[in-house]
């Protein structure tokens, strides 16, 4: 069998064990090295494939596109530093436990470390932040090689997405020419009762749960217990919220929930749900009202950095980290009991247990009561000026049912924690929280936007400065995309920290004014721009982007100085009620 043949068939074995194990969707970077790849998942008639030109951008694409759809997503490059750009999203991805499968094509053994072009050293490249590496063999098209192709393909996907998902990483050295011939015969099955024969493996992945044993030894330590408080960090089992609800309305608890938990949005009863507590929690001696006797976490930390302190001084509570499958998210340091169970199941089981549990009826009262006056302050908004705080309650309001707000790092995601107050829409909230960096955020949100839910992303003047050619994906598949464009002109996260009072420095190194207009950018991608400078003008942009097809920036301008101010102003108020009430 001549090169050619080789080349074709062992690639179209590999990508359509791809498909065949659950992949619908690949992201190719075009290259030359990766031809055999980019061309058969092309050529495959059962992926849909997104060509997005800068690798950095393109594996962002790819990880929004796997939290929104909850499927691992492959990426295709070629080789040299092509592979290291993916490294960002890649980092994302294994904190945030989404699944990706990164397949990079690499120069053939012989011309490595030998100063070749475009060759560098990918064996492991991505370490320990991919679940599983293997470098693949040069193609061969025995019976034996074929069948190892579709195992280490059948692999990737399962290991991408078993237990706690990740990416995983294999590496294609391929000799040239590098051109298949899709004209050899017998190349695809696509008949679905030899599909299902075929199936190289199959995998079934369990949920974990406690033993009665271990429910009960649960049970029994809460059971002389009175305070205590239910967290809810970033989760994506769309069961949950009414899982978690409903345990916590048999308990009588409040509800500390992330907005990545998605508990504060959908059809789910929400009156245990404290939405207003970072607000509240920043005080101490509120917190020493507050103190509990147990916290129950599901998944990670909340970004809310008021719950850190709260928890961090609660040294004395039982606290209890529930976590999916395996790992250990517990900053505080705080003596730690680790649940590994679904959470769902675990809501479920402690629902049926729950005959002889009761609570300090007075303590959800007090939760409650406080939340109620922090929601009075916190829906108050200005007259008809544009705050970064009003921007998200607007955009809250308007935003349609049944779609999706991936948002920024830094202050978007803290004012969607602050001023996002429950609802019964279905709103999605995503946001890159693995390892909390600004960069991506634009192409994350263009591949959320793939399938086909409506999307608004919420950006600060530097995260969409850091990701700008992210716009490129709206305009080259026609994506349905409203921004929100915060422009403070700087981090405005760094005006709220000690990094402030430092005035010679301040700005060039924190501060890091851009004094740039953006609306250029959005032409330059085809897009509607529009500068909201009162909250008229914002709420009929809104309104008018998700009535319309196409790229939408709509933009608003704030100065970080009134933003602190704006926002302490109302901490105060809050925490001057609460302890005028509690004194």
């Known amino acids: ?32 090295r990766s031809t055999p790849l980019a061309l058969t998942f092309t050529e ?18 790819a990880l929004g596109m796997a939290k929104q759809i909850k499927r691992p997503v492959a990426l295709v490059c070629t080789s040299g530093t092509a592979t290291a750009n993916y490294f960002p999203a890649i980092v994302e991805a294994h904190y945030a436990r989404v699944p990706l499968i990164i397949v990079t094509a690499d120069r053939p053994h012989e011309l490595r470390d030998v100063g070749a072009p475009q060759a560098i050293e990918q064996i ?15 193609p061969e098209a025995t019976p034996e090689m074929l069948n190892y192709v579709r195992n280490k393909a059948s692999r990737a996907v399962y290991l991408a997405k078993e237990g706690n998902g990740g990416p995983v990483h294999l590496n294609f050295p391929f000799r040239e020419p590098l051109m298949p011939d899709f004209s050899i015969e017998n190349l695809w099955d696509l008949k679905e009762q030899d599909r299902m024969e075929k199936d190289y493996s199959q995998d079934f992945d369990g949920k974990k749960r406690l033993s009665y044993r271990q429910l009960q030894l649960l049970v029994n330590k809460l059971k002389n217990k009175e305070k205590g ?11 949950f919220p009414e899982a978690v609800t409903a345990l916590a309305k048999e308990w009588g608890l409040p509800i500390l929930a992330d907005p990545l938990s998605q508990v504060r949005a959908g059809m789910h009863g929400k009156e245990h749900i404290i939405e207003g507590y970072d607000a509240f929690l920043r005080n101490k001696d509120i917190r020493d009202i507050l103190r509990a006797d147990f916290i129950i976490r599901f998944g990670a930390m909340p970004v809310s ?23 250990y998210r517990e900053p505080t340091g705080n003596v730690s009991e680790f649940i590994f169970a679904d959470p769902v199941e675990l809501c479920d089981a402690l629902l049926a247990e729950s005959a002889d549990i009761t609570f300090d009826k007075e303590w959800l009262s007090t939760w409650q009561e406080m939340n109620h006056i922090a929601k009075k302050h916190l829906t108050k908004g200005e007259k008809d000026r544009v705050t970064e705080g009003d921007a998200i309650k607007e955009l809250l309001g308007i935003t349609p049912d049944e779609s999706t707000i991936y948002v920024a790092n830094s202050m978007p995601i803290r004012d969607v924690d602050s001023f996002m107050m429950s609802t019964e829409k279905q709103i999605e909230i995503l946001a890159n929280r693995g390892a909390n960096g600004i960069d991506g955020l634009l192409s994350s949100g263009m591949g959320a936007a793939t399938a086909g839910r409506s999307v608004t992303i919420v950006a600060g003047d530097l995260s969409y400065f850091h990701d700008m050619n992210g716009l490129m994906a709206a305009k080259h598949y026609n994506l349905d995309i409203t921004i929100l464009l915060i422009n403070n002109n700087g981090g405005g996260i760094f005006s709220f920290l000690p990094q402030a009072n430092d005035k010679k420095h301040f700005e060039a190194l924190f501060g890091t004014p851009l004094d740039i207009d953006f609306k250029n950018s959005v032409f330059m991608y085809g897009g509607k721009y529009a500068l909201a400078r009162t909250k008229k003008d914002l709420q009929y942009l809104l309104s008018a982007s998700y009535e319309q097809e196409g790229l939408h920036v709509i933009e608003i301008r704030t100065d970080r100085t009134e933003n602190v101010e704006w926002h302490r102003a109302i901490w105060d108020a809050i925490e001057a009620e609460i302890l005028e009430q509690w004194s």
């Open 305 to 327: 950095k008021a719950y850190l302190f709260y928890v961090k001084e609660n040294k004395q509570a039982l606290q209890f980290v529930v976590e999916n499958n395996a790992g």
């Open 1 to 32: 069998m001549e090169h050619t043949e080789v080349l074709t068939r062992y690639t179209a074995n590999f990508v359509d064990e791809m498909v065949k194990s659950g992949v619908t969707d690949v992201v190719i970077s075009p290259g030359s």
């Open 44 to 61: 495959h008639p059962s992926i849909k494939e997104w060509i997005i030109i800068d690798e950095r951008s393109a594996a962002f694409f």
């Open 229 to 239: 408080v239910i967290i809810c960090g970033p989760q994506v089992d769309e069961d």
């Open 124 to 138: 492991n490249l991505y370490g320990d932040y991919v679940k599983w590496f293997h470098e693949m063999a040069l």
